[in-house]
């Protein structure tokens, strides 16, 4: 076995295929030679993709990255990547070559991403692809947060859900509202709102796993998405949600300026609809919020 498993490794090595895995938590766990060449990567670092991507964007190289600004960018792919069990694109380097990569996600978050150079293929429907993949992109993206909207949410719920129902795999959906928004509007303005929502939705982003799924169902109401989670960890995770959000000062023209949020968790249930589960935690945050808000309920 420790055979086969050197060759593989070696083929792995020699193929001009780009190959790497991610583990749940995003971070570098192999890497063929071609995919660390493209990457610029040592033979020894294991990166964040986060920090791989940053680090590239800022030295011009990797990933052509379309972005003036690279943390608004980043927290919009962020709030997709690695959601499904496997999706395919189109992507391009900065050295001129275009990869077709595809990212293959196992139910514990670890992801094989393998890429082929498709530079030399009949290009004359790229605009078309690449139109097309931009409007996916935005089909499935909050305009005003960047993170992912109602729909995107919805498709990863029901995805849980059947999983589910298939391997029994436990789960749980924690809605999530913003207390007091409509005051501090009328207080500050419509555009402090805007402010506070997306500094909500960036410091909430940075707390998600990647086999989670954050997103903005509207409003002042978003959604995370909790597979393989039983309701203990659901809690702990939104506690540490809470505590980067009290930390938090975003308005400029109010240096002592807090805001809050209540949540409701509600665990998957066998035969569950995406409707069912989204009650139960509606009806938790309502009891968080007639609580005192700034706290967590759990669904009966």
Known sequence: MDEIFRKLLHLCNDTPVLAAAYDGFDRLRYANQAFRSAYFLEADET?????????????GRGTVI???????????????????GFRAFETDLVDGRWLWMTETVQSDGWMLCIANDITKLRAHGRTVRQDLDKAIK????????????????????????????????????????LD???????????????????????RIQREVRRSDCFGRVGGEEFVVVLPNTPTAAAELIVA??????????PLSQSADFGYS??????AAQRGDTIDDVLARADTALYSAKMAGRNRIHLAA
Request: aromatic share 8%.
């Open 261 to 266: 949020f209540s949540a409701g968790i509600a």
């Open 240 to 249: 540490r949600m809470l505590a980067a959000i009290r930390n938090s000062r």
């Open 180 to 202: 007091n928004l409509k005051y501090i509007n009328d207080r500050y303005g419509h555009q402090a709102g805007d402010v506070i929502l997306g500094d909500f939705a960036v």
């Open 47 to 59: 990166p964040l993709w986060s920090d791989l991507m940053r680090r590239n964007f800022e030295t």
């Open 66 to 84: 379309r972005a003036g600004d690279f943390d608004a960018w980043l927290i919009s792919t962020q709030s997709r990547r690695g959601k499904m």
């Open 138 to 177: 935005a089909s499935n993206t909050d305009e005003l947060t960047g993170v992912a909207n109602r729909r995107f949410v919805t498709a990863r719920m029901g995805e849980m859900l059947q999983r589910m129902q298939t391997e029994g795999r436990a789960g749980c959906v924690c809605v999530l509202d």
